[in-house]
């Protein structure tokens, strides 16, 4: 008994029918792949140009002379460096940058000595409530730091900090972001690394220092970079906690020599392109090592 497979009207099975109007209907035009890469492109231009814009028109007018920096003219027609001359001949500009560079040096080295330890402890060993002190370290970082001012200025304040370089580094070394970031890169490093040292009479203090430092330095060159940046850019703190002008940071500086020089803007301009090239030259040197940490990290 055989049976026939149902036809169009003329004859012809519905799966070659359908399969005859697929191949004779109109094909849509698809988009070009090109042009969008094209737009994206653009758009990452115009979106970098509009970030380098400012920074470029610091430069530039810090090279130009009083009677031209209000002009709107980018290009200066005339480029003197008196300018840069006269802010470390006749301000304590270079006192500023060294007070900047030992405190930002200082909380730096210190910050990733101790959240190094404190983010091993909390990644790899067993002790009673570890996740509870991580919550509650991990919960410091949606409390707003202005909001954690005054609290600590008291507690500087009593502790005889105030006006000294202690003041403006102690406050500064305690990082939850630090803690939170090696921990999370030290729970995805493998145990065989830990118990074949284990095995051999490590310690975990020898362990910490021979094999979990030297697999971090890639993160730690990025944590590095976060902390330096962060206390260099520091106005608010230091503001708070200093009078002196000895003291003062290239921030505070810089907010002096505005009010000293309001109307001459060459040397305000001047002044901050000498503050923002050290955090532009650490960052190109080690961006790669940011990329890295990030992949490496996984933040998970």
Known sequence: MTTDAPTSPGG????????????????????????????????????AALTVFPLVWMILGSVKTPEEVNSPDLIPSTVT?????????????ARYLLNSFFVSAAVTVISLWFH???AYALARLDFPGRERIFLLI?????????????????????????????????????NAFGIFLLRQFYISLPDELEEAALVDGASYWTIYRRIVLPLSRPILAALAVFFFLANWNSFVWPMT??????????????????????????????????????TLAIFFVFQKQIVASIKTSGLK
């Open 116 to 118: 190094s330890m404190a």
């Open 12 to 47: 012809i099975p519905p799966t070659h029918a359908a399969r005859d109007r697929a191949r004779s209907a109109p094909l849509r035009p698809r988009k070009p792949r090109g042009a969008r890469r094209w737009v994206l492109l653009g758009i990452g231009i115009i979106l």
């Open 138 to 174: 991990f919960s410091t970082m949606l409390v707003s730091a202005p909001v954690t001012i005054i609290p600590t200025f008291i507690i500087v304040r009593t502790l005889g900090m105030v006006d000294n370089y202690a003041g403006l580094i102690v406050p500064m070394i305690f």
């Open 241 to 278: 906690i200093t009078s002196d002008p000895n003291l003062r940071v290239v921030q505070l500086g810089i907010q002096t020599f505005q009010q000293q020089y309001a109307a001459d803007w060459n040397y305000i301009l001047a002044a901050s392109t000498v503050a923002a090239l050290p």
């Open 81 to 93: 460096f008196e300018n840069y001359v006269y802010v470390f001949s006749n301000v304590p500009f």
